[in-house]
């Protein structure tokens, strides 16, 4: 071969390969420490969060300093970009573990991640960790990077760092890797959040669940039809940009084409949401179409509505428990003051509580799912420097709010038993005849011929349901006020001793 062709040959393959590797997305140096397994995969860039027009005009970046709920996220100030994986059964819809890698905006020591997590020094498989009083583990992967496994497993956590070498290489199911190809499309989201479904439905139970679907009552559909589109469910995928609103796409993928259900795609998906207790009002006014394999909801999301819908991956130990920092004018760090991190602690709160009393609700069920994420929310806030008078309340709060929980879960139960009590019967009632007469001899006689009727005890059942309704709705609301009250008391209470503002 001549020295030219050589060239030619070497030029070729060089330009092969080159096309041939994908490229480097967005999010690549933290996945790559993701542990494998996960059916659940979160990505968001808060530094792109907070410099969208948006984030600008809301000053997101500024709130986020005072609050771990600023803007849409629930992250400690320090991060700038997060992961988070977990296993999630999509029966019972909680997680067998969860995992974080967080990219900080300033590199640390590895002797300072149990000081900034509060937690204790611990080591396994040779690598330092911190067990979290938050029921987790924390590891250094590079000085930018840390990771978080939830719950504290020390064994799972000791095979995490096992597995998470940098490689480079990232270990992801297909529908997540289509999640992580999304992240890097133009216009680039901040918010990719996914839920791999693949294998999840069983024909017959989901053949069940469908004949009694609201939305395909009185429906020219096939249930054979839908029973087998839904068995070919992929997953579903909410894609969230930032631009000078918040706009939110979520994509339910499957197999096939959906064309099957497109009249009712809307309310069937919104219904299965629904019974779940994940409700979200923003959803009802989001337009609804059919896009090749998918079904796409899309439409304007409000920051609660954007918190909410990520409530289910965005809890304070898997974000927010790296405790914030303060730069000395020297440029040495030092811990937060009590009074910053009271702020926050109490902003952070406060921000919950009004999302869940904004929240509109249609059951019980979802009452209960709701303040049971919230409490759980408040109880894992971090605490560093957080006045104890302060750290009594948030613990008040949130035993109040599972009292609430249970309550609802209660009434839930209760109207469920009423509901499957009630009936419809047919009864006989025999002939009957009767004689009138004056005691002279005369009179006369009259009788009704025997027939069939239909009794129940609808309206008995409906007050009974009423009247537990109207009983737990007083409770609520004498709750509430007793929770506005002792915010107000804390608020004054702080601000007078620390001379800063709580808001």
């Not at 070498?165 to 959040?193: C, K, M, S």
């Not at 679907?213 to 096939?222: N, S, V, W, Y």
């Not at 009452?367 to 302060?390: C, G, R």
């Given at each position: 071969?001549?020295?030219?062709?050589?060239?030619?040959?070497?030029?070729?393959?060089?330009?092969?390969?080159?096309t041939?590797?994908p490229?480097a997305?967005?999010?690549d140096?933290?996945?790559?420490?993701?542990?494998d397994?996960?059916?659940t995969?979160?990505?968001?860039?808060?530094y792109e969060?907070?410099?969208?027009?948006?984030?600008?005009?809301?000053?997101w970046?500024?709130?986020?300093?005072?609050?771990?709920?600023?803007?849409m996220?629930?992250?400690?100030?320090?991060?700038?970009?997060?992961?988070?994986?977990?296993?999630?059964n999509?029966?019972?819809?909680?997680?067998?573990?969860?995992?974080?890698?967080?990219?900080?905006?300033?590199?640390?020591?590895?002797?300072?991640l149990?000081?900034?997590?509060?937690?204790?020094?611990d080591?396994?498989?040779?690598?330092?960790?911190?067990?979290?009083?938050r029921n987790?583990y924390?590891?250094?992967f590079?000085?930018?990077?840390?990771?978080m496994m939830?719950?504290?497993?020390?064994?799972?956590?000791?095979?995490?760092?096992?597995?998470?070498?940098?490689?480079?290489?990232v270990?992801?199911?297909?529908?997540?890797?289509?999640a992580?190809?999304?992240?890097?499309?133009e216009?680039?989201?901040?918010?990719?959040?996914?839920v791999d479904?693949?294998?999840?439905?069983?024909?017959?139970?989901?053949?069940?669940?469908l004949?009694?679907?609201?939305?395909?009552?009185?429906?020219?559909?096939?249930?054979?039809?839908?029973?087998?589109?839904?068995?070919?469910?992929?997953g579903v995928?909410?894609?969230?940009?930032?631009?000078?609103?918040?706009?939110?796409?979520?994509?339910?993928?499957?197999?096939?084409?959906p064309d099957v259900i497109?009249?009712?795609?809307?309310?069937?998906?919104?219904?299965?949401?629904?019974?779940m207790?994940m409700?979200?009002?923003?959803l009802?006014?989001?337009?609804a179409?059919?896009?090749?394999?998918?079904?796409?909801?899309?439409g304007?999301l409000?920051?609660?509505?954007?918190?909410?819908?990520?409530s289910?991956?965005?809890?304070?130990?898997?974000?927010?428990?790296?405790?914030?920092?303060?730069?000395?004018?020297?440029?040495s760090k030092?811990?937060?003051?009590?009074?910053?991190?009271?702020q926050?602690?109490?902003?952070?709160?406060?921000?919950?509580?009004?999302?869940?009393?904004?929240?509109?609700?249609?059951?019980y069920?979802?009452?209960?799912y709701?303040?049971?994420?919230?409490?759980?929310?408040?109880?894992?806030?971090?605490?560093?420097?957080?006045?104890e008078?302060?750290?009594?309340?948030?613990?008040s709060?949130?035993?109040?709010?599972?009292?609430?929980?249970?309550?609802?879960?209660?009434?839930?139960v209760?109207?469920?038993?009423?509901r499957?009590?009630?009936g419809?019967?047919?009864?006989?009632?025999?002939?009957?005849?009767?004689?009138?007469?004056?005691?002279?001899?005369?009179g006369?006689?009259?009788?009704?011929?025997?027939?069939?009727?239909?009794?129940?005890n609808?309206?008995?059942?409906?007050n009974?349901?009423?009247?537990?309704a109207?009983?737990a709705?007083?409770?609520?609301?004498?709750?509430?006020?007793n929770?506005?009250?002792?915010?107000s008391?804390?608020?004054?209470?702080?601000?007078?001793?620390?001379?800063?503002?709580?808001?």
């Amino acid at each position: 071969m001549t020295p030219s062709r050589k060239w030619l040959l070497t030029a070729l393959l060089c330009l092969l390969a080159v096309t041939q590797s994908p490229a480097a997305g967005p999010y690549d140096d933290l996945l790559k420490w993701i542990p494998d397994q996960a059916n659940t995969l979160l990505l968001m860039d808060i530094y792109e969060l907070h410099k969208s027009p948006l984030g600008k005009q809301e000053d997101w970046a500024k709130k986020h300093t005072r609050t771990s709920l600023g803007g849409m996220s629930s992250m400690s100030p320090k991060i700038s970009k997060v992961v988070v994986a977990a296993q999630l059964n999509p029966s019972t819809l909680n997680y067998a573990w969860e995992a974080g890698v967080f990219q900080l905006d300033l590199g640390i020591k590895e002797k300072e991640l149990s000081r900034l997590v509060s937690g204790t020094p611990d080591s396994v498989s040779g690598k330092p960790i911190v067990l979290s009083p938050r029921n987790a583990y924390f590891v250094q992967f590079q000085q930018w990077i840390i990771g978080m496994m939830k719950p504290a497993n020390r064994q799972a956590m000791a095979q995490w760092v096992r597995f998470a070498r940098p490689t480079g290489r990232v270990v992801l199911p297909p529908y997540l890797t289509q999640a992580q190809e999304t992240a890097g499309n133009e216009p680039r989201p901040q918010i990719v959040a996914a839920v791999d479904l693949s294998d999840v439905m069983d024909p017959e139970g989901l053949r069940n669940r469908l004949k009694k679907a609201k939305a395909l009552a009185g429906q020219d559909i096939d249930i054979e039809e839908v029973t087998k589109l839904f068995t070919g469910l992929k997953g579903v995928t909410l894609v969230i940009r930032v631009v000078d609103t918040v706009q939110g796409e979520l994509h339910v993928d499957f197999t096939d084409r959906p064309d099957v259900i497109k009249s009712v795609a809307k309310r069937l998906l919104l219904d299965a949401v629904d019974s779940m207790g994940m409700a979200i009002e923003d959803l009802d006014n989001w337009a609804a179409k059919v896009d090749g394999k998918s079904i796409v909801l899309s439409g304007p999301l409000t920051e609660r509505g954007a918190r909410l819908m990520l409530s289910p991956l965005l809890h304070p130990t898997t974000t927010a428990s790296i405790e914030n920092e303060q730069v000395a004018s020297s440029g040495s760090k030092k811990p937060e003051s009590a009074a910053a991190a009271s702020q926050r602690y109490f902003s952070s709160i406060k921000t919950m509580l009004d999302d869940l009393q904004q929240q509109k609700v249609k059951t019980y069920k979802q009452q209960s799912y709701w303040y049971h994420q919230f409490a759980e929310k408040i109880d894992e806030l971090p605490m560093l420097n957080v006045d104890e008078d302060l750290l009594k309340y948030g613990s008040s709060v949130s035993t109040t709010l599972r009292g609430m929980c249970n309550l609802s879960t209660n009434v839930d139960v209760a109207q469920q038993g009423i509901r499957m009590n009630m009936g419809e019967t047919m009864v006989s009632v025999p002939p009957s005849s009767s004689y009138y007469g004056n005691g002279n001899g005369w009179g006369y006689g009259y009788g009704t011929p025997g027939y069939t009727t239909s009794v129940n005890n609808y309206g008995m059942a409906s007050n009974m349901i009423a009247k537990s309704a109207g009983a737990a709705n007083a409770i609520v609301a004498k709750t509430w006020q007793n929770i506005e009250q002792a915010t107000s008391q804390v608020r004054q209470q702080m601000t007078q001793k620390y001379q800063v503002e709580f808001k």
